[in-house]
């Protein structure tokens, strides 16, 4: 009815519990990121001449677009696997919500190092995959699953699949899970019910679903080191192997400024389609 | 409906499998009499375990990955839950924007937020020390604590508040009896989440860290790249366990809460 | 100003004087003032957004009024946060506290008034017992239906023995059966405790079943404060006719004064009805009917109209009239009415009423 919230705190009170939080972010992260991307128009002189590097260097340019490239390739990937386990999730049976959720939260609380790694394992040329498909006669020698596309792909998809699923079945949740026998009571076929009725309302979801993957996947750095090749190559590497190896902190930045920019853009276009509520969920 | 119903479950079969298989294996490996990854091992043994516990490296590891996890978890959970209660019910202007704000750290890529705190640290001297470090560990997992307390208190009813204060309830005592026991076990599970991605996190104590502070995730990572034996599969599984038993203890508290859906 | 001395009985327990509280540009109350007596049941009756349950929460002390007094046995409490001030409240929603057992939940106000540990203990007891749930005091509130855990909220605001229980919907979230046992037993207890409470509510019905007086709302204001064969019988607007039971609103003119009824032209034949203004000739007003009130024949004086349908309720009968100008009435004859029962589909019938039963109302 009309009766607002209680006695909520006033005054100073909620800006001084907000302070420490707000201090250690300004002081530790936002200033942090701001004195690197400043590098980029800085270091080692002032101008453009590190973005002017990326653009006519062949070697910057093709590892940025390779890395949207690479994200292009896995965010499809992921959803279209995602999918169906959130609609389970969400429209099955208790016991298949829990065991999915079970499988789905494994990955999510191991560390992405730890699943990398065991990836690779798996995915060796004389690992379990391989062995498994030649002595069931799929193929007759091992196939090259590591250290190209393929191995990044296959490590990034499963890393990212957490993240897709527990949002995607937030939303579809909230689906009334009579529509689809309502449609087709009305005569349409399963397929044309799903495309007209059920996947228009699980879109917000399936919107905020690929611009997080495609948005985490351009910052990866632990999957392509590890299950790519040198053409597999991403920013983030890029990145690490300026500070790190050359010191080259104007293109470091330079290179950290084109990534957050994407990001941003992105998250900006998410946000005019489905509202900056869904994005922060 | 039924050819539906069988793909989606071909999936999600698919995907099961997908997530679990490789931890599995690891698992498997990591008991193998052999010094190289076959699989199935050709035997099994406990030697790398014990080559884990005899190499001073990876318990060095082990206890520097404790001694910033700690702190980590407490500093964290304790500024996060302030600045979830302050945003969702100090009814600050600006709020949604601030909540926001604070959020950043999600979504910009770990490896710009590292590098730039290698190089706000050299000025400092703060590379390789353990505050730098522990720092650094609650940038990542602040964000993650205010959202989860956040969540939980959104979720908690207003008019428990309200009926405790018609009762006779100072504002004081309703926090106390009522707020606070009631947010408790996000506030809790909030910490385990924290100390386990401070215990995961790599690429800030990659940037942040030395030869001297490498956590576990690192001595892992120099493994990894280099030429690796089973002992990284032993340290990976004992992490494996680690997740295995925080997402336990993070159902168990969400039991006793009572499922409050 | 002159205020009765501290709880006395004689004297109002609670007095609201010209509150008002504005959200923005919209007075969601606006200069309500009122008295509640001693071990009297008071009902908030209007609409969703009438401003009922925001004069609630004011009197509750949940929400500021922006002018006004609220006076609660004898002493100005409208500065007061909710914890001074001497209330129980029951909620629409229950608010039990979820990690209390029923129990704990009971003994919570006593536990904020320092009782000893032994007098809450039997006071508890005495809440849940003459709540019917003595045997519930250790299961928590999500095992319990609806029904019991607003039992047990009222046990909670009652046990202190507040000078005033408040009540906002509390029976709006149970089904219909469970709502009308539930009716019944709040007004036992009121009647056994002899506590004064403020009720609100959107459902008339209810209104009419358990207050000593309802107070209509809407928009904001109070239009009319009565007993409800008051409010039913001499509704003072047209809303108030509107929300409280069924009316017949039909269009007329006044034609001029016959003692101390008014002369009105109904669809051109001229009738009697009371009214709470001088109306003068020629002015359009509306009357207000209850179908109960409309008598038939099949000949004679009266508004002539056509029988369209025939609705049988069992203890009563239902005739849907038409008259030559379109409009629908609604007349409500109980079984038994021998001439009426003769009707027929299709029938020409004339209708009449007493003047003191219709009420005319500007417009």
């Given at each position: 009815?009309?009766?607002g919230?209680?006695?909520?705190?006033?005054?100073?009170?909620?800006?001084?519990?907000?302070?420490?939080?707000?201090?250690?972010?300004?002081?530790?992260?936002?200033?942090?990121?701001?004195?690197?991307?400043?590098?980029?128009?800085?270091?080692?002189?002032?101008?453009?001449?590190?973005?002017?590097?990326?653009?006519?260097r062949?070697?910057?340019?093709?590892?940025?677009?390779n890395?949207?490239?690479?994200?292009?390739?896995?965010?499809?990937?992921?959803?279209?696997?995602?999918?169906?386990?959130?609609?389970?999730?969400?429209?099955?049976s208790?016991?298949?919500?829990?065991?999915?959720?079970?499988?789905?939260?494994?990955p999510?609380?191991?560390?992405?190092?730890?699943?990398?790694?065991?990836?690779?394992?798996?995915?060796?040329?004389?690992?379990?995959?391989?062995?498994?498909?030649?002595?069931?006669?799929?193929?007759?020698?091992?196939?090259?699953?590591?250290?190209?596309?393929?191995?990044?792909?296959?490590?990034?998809?499963?890393?990212?699949?957490?993240?897709?699923?527990?949002?995607?079945?937030?939303?579809?949740?909230?689906?009334?899970?009579t529509?689809?026998?309502?449609?087709?009571?009305?005569?349409?076929?399963?397929?044309?019910?799903f495309?007209?009725?059920?996947?228009p309302?699980?879109?917000?979801?399936?919107?905020?679903?690929?611009?997080?993957?495609?948005?985490?996947?351009?910052?990866?750095?632990?999957?392509?080191?590890?299950?790519?090749?040198?053409?597999?190559?991403?920013?983030?590497?890029?990145?690490?192997?300026?500070?790190?190896?050359?010191?080259?902190?104007?293109?470091?930045?330079?290179?950290?400024?084109?990534?957050?920019?994407?990001?941003?853009?992105?998250?900006?276009?998410?946000?005019?389609?489905?509202?900056?509520?869904?994005?922060?969920? | 409906?039924?050819?539906?119903?069988?793909?989606?479950?071909?999936?999600?079969?698919?995907?099961?499998?997908?997530?679990?298989?490789?931890?599995?294996?690891?698992?498997?490996?990591?008991?193998?009499?052999?010094?190289?990854?076959?699989?199935?091992?050709?035997?099994?043994?406990?030697?790398?375990?014990?080559?884990?516990?005899?190499?001073?490296?990876?318990?060095?590891?082990?206890?520097?990955?404790?001694?910033?996890?700690?702190?980590?978890?407490?500093?964290?959970?304790?500024?996060g839950?302030?600045?979830?209660?302050?945003?969702?019910?100090?009814?600050?202007?600006?709020?949604?924007?601030?909540?926001?704000?604070?959020?950043?750290?999600l979504?910009?890529?770990?490896?710009?937020?590292?590098?730039?705190?290698?190089?706000?640290y050299?000025?400092?001297?703060l590379?390789?020390?353990?505050?730098?470090?522990?720092?650094?560990?609650?940038?990542?997992?602040?964000?993650?604590?205010?959202?989860?307390?956040?969540?939980?208190?959104?979720?908690?009813?207003?008019?428990?508040?309200?009926?405790?204060?018609?009762?006779?309830?100072t504002?004081?005592a309703?926090?106390?009896?009522?707020?606070?026991?009631?947010?408790?076990?996000?506030?809790?599970?909030?910490?385990?989440?924290?100390?386990?991605?401070?215990f995961?996190?790599?690429?800030?104590?990659?940037?942040?860290?030395?030869?001297?502070l490498?956590t576990?995730?690192?001595?892992?990572?120099?493994?990894?790249?280099?030429d690796?034996?089973?002992?990284?599969?032993?340290?990976?599984?004992?992490?494996?366990?680690?997740?295995?038993?925080?997402?336990?203890?993070?159902?168990?508290?969400?039991?006793?809460?009572?499922?409050?859906? | 100003?002159?205020?009765?001395?501290?709880?006395?009985?004689?004297?109002?327990?609670?007095?609201?004087?010209?509150?008002?509280?504005?959200?923005?540009?919209?007075?969601?109350?606006?200069?309500?003032?009122?008295?509640?007596?001693?071990?009297?049941?008071?009902?908030?009756?209007?609409?969703?957004?009438s401003?009922k349950?925001?004069?609630?929460?004011?009197?509750?002390?949940?929400?500021?009024?922006?002018?006004?007094?609220?006076?609660?046995?004898?002493?100005?409490?409208?500065?007061?946060?909710?914890?001074?001030?001497?209330?129980?409240?029951?909620?629409?929603?229950?608010?039990?506290?979820?990690?209390?057992?029923?129990?704990?939940?009971?003994?919570?106000?006593?536990?904020?008034?320092?009782?000893?540990?032994?007098?809450?203990?039997?006071?508890?007891?005495?809440?849940?017992?003459?709540?019917?749930?003595?045997?519930?005091?250790?299961?928590?509130?999500?095992?319990?239906?609806?029904?019991?855990?607003?039992?047990?909220?009222?046990?909670?605001?009652?046990?202190?023995?507040?000078?005033?229980?408040?009540?906002?919907?509390?029976?709006?979230a149970?089904?219909?059966?469970?709502?009308?046992?539930?009716?019944?037993?709040?007004?036992?207890?009121?009647?056994?405790?002899?506590?004064?409470?403020?009720?609100?509510?959107?459902?008339?019905?209810?209104?009419?079943?358990?207050?000593?007086?309802?107070?209509?709302?809407?928009?904001?204001?109070?239009?009319?404060?009565?007993?409800?064969?008051?409010?039913?019988?001499?509704?003072?607007?047209?809303?108030?006719?509107?929300?409280?039971?069924?009316?017949?609103?039909?269009?007329?003119?006044v034609?001029?004064?016959?003692?101390?009824?008014?002369?009105?032209?109904?669809?051109?034949?001229?009738?009697?009805?009371?009214?709470?203004?001088?109306?003068?000739?020629?002015?359009?007003?509306?009357?207000?009917?209850?179908?109960?009130?409309?008598?038939?024949?099949?000949?004679?004086?009266?508004?002539?109209?056509?029988?369209?349908?025939?609705?049988?309720?069992?203890?009563?009968?239902?005739?849907?009239?038409?008259?030559?100008?379109?409009?629908?009435?609604?007349?409500?004859?109980?079984?038994?009415?021998?001439?009426?029962?003769?009707?027929?589909?299709?029938?020409?019938?004339?209708?009449?009423w007493?003047?003191?039963?219709?009420?005319?109302?500007?417009?």
């Amino acid at each position: 009815m009309e009766a607002g919230p209680v006695n909520g705190r006033r005054g100073a009170g909620p800006w001084l519990l907000l302070l420490p939080a707000a201090l250690v972010m300004l002081i530790a992260f936002a200033l942090p990121v701001g004195m690197l991307l400043a590098r980029a128009f800085t270091h080692p002189e002032p101008g453009l001449q590190n973005f002017i590097l990326l653009w006519e260097r062949p070697v910057y340019l093709h590892v940025l677009v390779n890395t949207v490239m690479i994200a292009a390739a896995a965010t499809p990937v992921t959803l279209i696997l995602a999918y169906p386990v959130a609609h389970a999730m969400a429209h099955g049976s208790p016991r298949t919500r829990r065991l999915l959720t079970f499988l789905v939260l494994i990955p999510f609380w191991t560390s992405l190092l730890v699943r990398s790694f065991a990836t690779v394992i798996l995915l060796q040329r004389r690992g379990p995959l391989n062995t498994l498909l030649v002595n069931i006669g799929v193929i007759d020698a091992p196939l090259p699953l590591i250290y190209n596309l393929t191995g990044v792909l296959l490590g990034a998809v499963q890393t990212l699949l957490p993240f897709v699923i527990f949002p995607l079945y937030s939303s579809m949740r909230r689906i009334d899970p009579t529509l689809m026998p309502a449609a087709l009571t009305m005569g349409a076929s399963p397929v044309r019910a799903f495309l007209r009725v059920y996947l228009p309302l699980s879109l917000p979801g399936l919107m905020t679903g690929a611009t997080l993957v495609f948005i985490s996947m351009l910052g990866y750095f632990v999957i392509p080191a590890l299950l790519g090749g040198p053409r597999q190559t991403m920013v983030g590497q890029l990145i690490q192997d300026q500070v790190g190896q050359l010191g080259s902190w104007g293109v470091a930045g330079a290179l950290s400024f084109v990534l957050l920019a994407v990001t941003a853009g992105l998250l900006g276009l998410l946000h005019r389609l489905v509202g900056l509520k869904a994005v922060a969920r | 409906m039924g050819r539906w119903r069988l793909l989606r479950a071909l999936v999600c079969a698919l995907v099961g499998i997908y997530l679990v298989a490789p931890l599995v294996v690891v698992l498997i490996i990591s008991f193998s009499s052999a010094s190289f990854l076959r699989f199935p091992p050709p035997g099994y043994s406990l030697r790398w375990y014990e080559n884990l516990v005899r190499d001073p490296a990876w318990m060095d590891a082990v206890w520097v990955s404790i001694q910033i996890l700690v702190p980590t978890a407490l500093l964290s959970t304790a500024l996060g839950t302030a600045a979830a209660l302050a945003l969702i019910r100090g009814r600050l202007p600006g709020a949604g924007f601030v909540g926001a704000a604070l959020m950043a750290p999600l979504v910009v890529p770990s490896i710009i937020t590292s590098a730039g705190l290698y190089i706000a640290y050299r000025g400092l001297g703060l590379n390789g020390t353990l505050a730098g470090m522990v720092i650094g560990h609650v940038v990542v997992t602040l964000p993650c604590v205010i959202a989860t307390v956040g969540s939980a208190l959104r979720s908690l009813d207003p008019r428990l508040e309200a009926a405790a204060a018609t009762l006779g309830a100072t504002p004081a005592a309703a926090f106390r009896r009522i707020t606070l026991p009631l947010l408790a076990p996000a506030v809790l599970s909030s910490m385990l989440f924290a100390a386990v991605l401070s215990f995961d996190e790599l690429i800030v104590s990659l940037f942040v860290g030395s030869a001297r502070l490498r956590t576990v995730p690192v001595q892992m990572w120099s493994n990894i790249r280099g030429d690796f034996d089973p002992t990284v599969a032993a340290i990976a599984s004992l992490c494996f366990l680690v997740a295995l038993i925080a997402l336990a203890l993070e159902a168990l508290l969400r039991r006793r809460n009572g499922d409050r859906e | 100003m002159t205020l009765p001395a501290m709880g006395d009985p004689a004297g109002p327990i609670l007095e609201l004087r010209g509150i008002r509280k504005q959200y923005g540009r919209l007075a969601a109350v606006d200069d309500v003032s009122l008295e509640l007596r001693h071990g009297e049941f008071l009902t908030f009756l209007g609409p969703s957004g009438s401003g009922k349950t925001t004069t609630l929460m004011l009197v509750a002390g949940l929400q500021q009024p922006d002018s006004g007094r609220i006076i609660l046995a004898g002493k100005p409490v409208d500065r007061l946060p909710p914890y001074k001030r001497d209330i129980g409240m029951v909620f629409q929603h229950y608010a039990l506290f979820p990690h209390m057992t029923v129990r704990r939940n009971v003994a919570f106000p006593l536990e904020m008034r320092g009782t000893p540990r032994a007098e809450a203990e039997r006071l508890v007891s005495a809440a849940l017992a003459m709540v019917g749930l003595p045997d519930h005091g250790d299961r928590l509130p999500r095992q319990l239906s609806g029904g019991q855990q607003q039992r047990v909220a009222l046990a909670r605001a009652m046990v202190y023995r507040p000078a005033l229980l408040l009540m906002d919907e509390p029976l709006g979230a149970l089904d219909k059966a469970l709502r009308e046992g539930l009716q019944l037993e709040i007004k036992r207890l009121h009647r056994e405790q002899r506590m004064s409470v403020l009720y609100v509510t959107h459902d008339q019905a209810e209104a009419l079943t358990m207050s000593d007086r309802i107070a209509v709302f809407d928009e904001g204001r109070i239009q009319q404060i009565g007993t409800p064969s008051e409010l039913y019988e001499r509704p003072a607007t047209r809303f108030v006719a509107s929300f409280v039971g069924e009316t017949n609103f039909i269009p007329g003119t006044v034609l001029g004064r016959d003692g101390d009824a008014c002369r009105i032209a109904v669809a051109g034949v001229p009738m009697l009805a009371s009214d709470r203004f001088s109306a003068q000739p020629g002015t359009r007003v509306t009357l207000a009917i209850r179908p109960e009130r409309l008598r038939l024949s099949a000949a004679g004086e009266g508004v002539p109209a056509e029988l369209v349908d025939l609705i049988y309720l069992g203890n009563a009968r239902r005739y849907v009239l038409r008259l030559p100008d379109g409009t629908e009435w609604s007349a409500l004859l109980q079984a038994g009415m021998a001439d009426a029962a003769t009707l027929r589909h299709g029938d020409a019938v004339r209708l009449t009423w007493e003047a003191a039963h219709a009420t005319a109302f500007p417009g």
